[in-house]
C-alpha cells in the first residue's frame, strides 16, 4: 500500500529517484476512483519508482509548494525535483506511461 506521508517524511520519500506523489483528500471522489490504480502502478513498478500519498487536509504546505489547486493531482519527482504534472482523473496506461518518461 502507498504510503501516506507528512513533511518530514515527504522530504526523505521524495529525495531520491523517480516517485510519484498522489495529492488526495478523503472526501474526494475522484480520488477514491483513482487510489486502487494508484495501489496497483506502486506494486507494478516496484523497485523502479517510488509511489507516495499526500492528503491536502493533513499537509496543505506540502500541496501549496506543488501548487496544487484540484485534486486528485498526481507530481512526479525525480531526485526531489519536480518533472510533470497529471490532474484529475487519469487512465493507468497513461498514467504509467507517464512514469516511464522518467525512468
Request: a negative charge; one cysteine or more; glycine letters at 6%.
Amino acid at each position: 500500500m502507498a504510503k501516506v506521508v507528512r513533511s518530514e517524511e515527504f522530504k526523505i520519500e521524495s529525495a531520491e529517484g523517480v516517485v510519484v506523489v498522489d495529492f488526495f483528500a478523503n472526501w474526494c471522489a475522484p480520488c477514491k476512483m483513482l487510489s486502487p490504480i494508484f495501489e496497483e502502478l506502486g506494486q507494478e513498478m516496484e523497485g523502479k519508482a517510488k509511489f507516495i500519498k499526500v492528503d491536502v487536509d493533513q499537509s496543505p504546505e506540502i500541496a501549496m509548494q506543488y501548487g496544487i489547486t484540484n485534486i486528485p493531482a498526481m507530481v512526479i519527482l525525480k531526485d526531489g525535483e519536480r518533472q510533470d504534472m497529471m490532474v484529475g482523473f487519469s487512465p493507468k496506461a497513461g498514467i504509467q506511461e507517464k512514469v516511464e518518461q522518467y525512468l
